[in-house]
């Protein structure tokens, strides 16, 4: 079973919809969770941490089920500039980070 | 705001040559870390640095491969005779603290071999 599963998508929305897509991970011992976003060829950028309560940044809203083990990420109000593959990465009592293959989200106008 | 910097953004290599990554960490950052990206597949974890010692590796870093901080900024990372399919993306990143710290990577270096 693999560490961090996603559905690869992709996700094709209109500008201004909602989108949302989740992930599940194997390791219940898993401590840290972000979302981070990777462009075509560039490096994975932090888009945001994911808290147990769950949290919001912007338009941005993530929710973590320790029982499930599985993390979501919505996203309101959708932008071109929001196209991305959305990488739900996980981390235990070590060092690494363990990444899922990622979510390709486009934006169309 | 502090980013973390590698250079050189590509290098092109012929098999069994070796080469050197490198890497400048956000300044105040101590933990390290070292990640590939092999064209269409996930990021993956190659080996993590503290205190001037490896703190965790992956099957993949094998002997082949190496890190060193060779002076209060750079973090290397060599590896030896490469192989075809050592060509992909190799990501440094760094962060303030150990487990559940935040991970800030750097633009990449990919490397080709040929």
């Known amino acids: 079973r693999k560490e961090v599963e996603q559905d690869p998508g992709p996700f094709n929305v209109p500008e201004g919809a909602t989108v949302a897509f989740n992930c599940t991970y194997s390791n219940s011992a898993s401590q840290s969770f972000f979302w981070y976003r990777q462009d075509c060829r560039k490096e994975p950028k932090l888009l945001m941490s994911v808290y147990s309560s769950g949290n919001e940044d912007g338009r941005f809203t993530a929710q973590l089920n320790r029982a499930s083990q599985y993390i979501s990420l919505l996203i309101r109000d959708s932008k071109l500039s929001d196209s991305a593959t959305y990488l739900c990465?996980?981390?235990?009592?070590?060092?690494?980070?363990?990444f899922g293959a990622g979510t390709t989200v486009t934006v169309r106008a | 705001e502090p980013e973390v910097t590698q250079t050189p953004s590509h290098q092109v290599t012929q098999m069994g040559q070796e080469v050197i990554l490198r890497c400048v960490p956000i300044s105040n950052h101590l933990y390290f870390y070292w990640y590939r990206q092999i064209l269409g597949q996930k990021v993956e974890f190659l080996v993590s640095?503290?205190?001037?010692?490896?703190?965790?590796k992956s099957e993949i870093f094998d002997d082949q491969f190496s890190v060193e901080r060779p002076d209060g900024s750079n973090f290397t990372l060599k590896i030896r005779s490469t192989k075809l399919e050592d060509s992909a993306m190799y990501f440094c990143?760094?962060?303030?603290?150990?487990?559940?710290?935040?991970?800030?990577f750097g633009p990449g270096t990919r490397l080709t071999v040929t």
């Open positions: 990465v996980v981390n235990g009592y070590d060092y690494k980070l363990s």
């Open positions: 990143a760094s962060s303030g603290i150990r487990t559940g710290g935040e991970q800030y």
């Open positions: 640095f503290y205190n001037n010692e490896i703190s965790e």
